[in-house]
């Protein structure tokens, strides 16, 4: 039977649970008439938060990019930070806006994440800080990193973007670092429509925060540091305590689409799929695969062969960010110096994943996939 391709397959969706359970939460809102600033929600969630997520002290963002910016200011980093090219353009522009240089280190093959090694080799006398990503969910070597930061007297703050819910070596892999950085943005894992979170180990160091993404003020008379405006809504807020009790089944269906297309995919040559990092807690954000050489078109082939059919991946992280103009003239930029992301930036496909995607679907996605190296191969 042909299947129907006509309805396009977005990479993600965002997770929305039934309207009907929302109207409670707007109810209240409209009743107390109390919309940001700290609210009753946006209290109850950051407790809810540091409950479920295993952490000790949690402040609510608007949004994830806001949260890192915030990040850096609360701990005074300045001069260079070291950091990745492999992510979304948002965790080096949040340098930029502190007027921080960003310094570019290569990633590691297998797990795509911040390679130790390349770290340590790009520390200068003007390091402060290392801004590491838990690539795909997948935990960095926050052993080895916080072993060098120690070595060398650097702050890490880690863009977890991607890690809600992860676990490494039996807890949070937010308790790493200084400071951990969460999106809640709609197509994440777990979202409040746009929101952010930092995770922090202590109450001094968050009520800093909580001071600066307030304008800076303790009351309203005194203000004790140049603040900006990232509260998160009431509303936003309300919407995260109603997320929270879908979260868990979310987890699990992604678990189970993540299986089938591995199981699926296995066949294929040329096709790679990324581990999982099982051991260490995944949240399936993400379904990264590398179409290699032996695969019979390019990954800008395959890109373009799945949006000829409905399918919409996208080619996570491509380009890197050391390629846009703001970066590309930095020497960590150099192609020379980056040849491991420079190569999953040519290969990476991150396909469909989210809670609702169908095993029809599945099948339509990996079949497409299969079809075309066939087709290529015989032309």
Known sequence: ??????????????????????????????????????????????????????????????????????????????GEVITTPYSFVATAHSLLWNGIKPVFA????????????????????????????HCYGRPCNVERIQKIADNYGLKVIYDAAHAFGVRHQGGSVLNYGDLSVLSFHATKVFNTFEGGAIICPDA???????????????DEVTVVAPGINGKMSEINAAFGLLQLQHVDKALQQRQA????????LAGIKGI????PGLESGANHAYFPILVEPEFPLSRDELYQHLRENNIFSRRYFHPLISDFPMYRGMPSSAHANLPVARTAAEQVICLPL??????????????????????????
């Open 106 to 133: 290569d990633i590691d093959p297998q797990t795509f994440n911040l390679d130790p090694e390349r770290v340590e080799a790009a520390i200068t006398p003007q390091t402060t800080a290392i801004l590491p990503v």
């Open 354 to 379: 989210y809670p609702t995607l169908d095993n029809a679907q599945i099948e339509l996605i990996t079949d497409t996939i299969a079809a075309s190296a066939k087709v290529s191969a015989t032309r």
């Open 272 to 275: 790679r799929c990324i581990s």
């Open 257 to 264: 689409i993540d299986a089938r297309y591995r199981a699926n």
């Open 204 to 218: 001094k160091t968050k009520q800093r925060i909580d001071h600066l993404k307030n304008f800076g003020f303790v």
């Open 1 to 78: 039977m042909k299947r129907d391709n006509s309805t396009p397959i977005y990479v993600t969706q965002p997770l929305l649970p039934d309207l009907q359970d929302f109207i409670p939460y707007l109810e209240s809102i409209w009743q107390n008439k109390i919309l940001t600033n700290g609210g009753p929600f946006h209290q109850q969630l950051e407790q809810a938060l540091c409950d479920y997520l295993g952490v000790k002290h949690i402040c609510l963002f608007a949004n994830g990019t806001l949260a890192l910016i915030t990040a850096l200011q609360a701990l005074r980093i300045t």
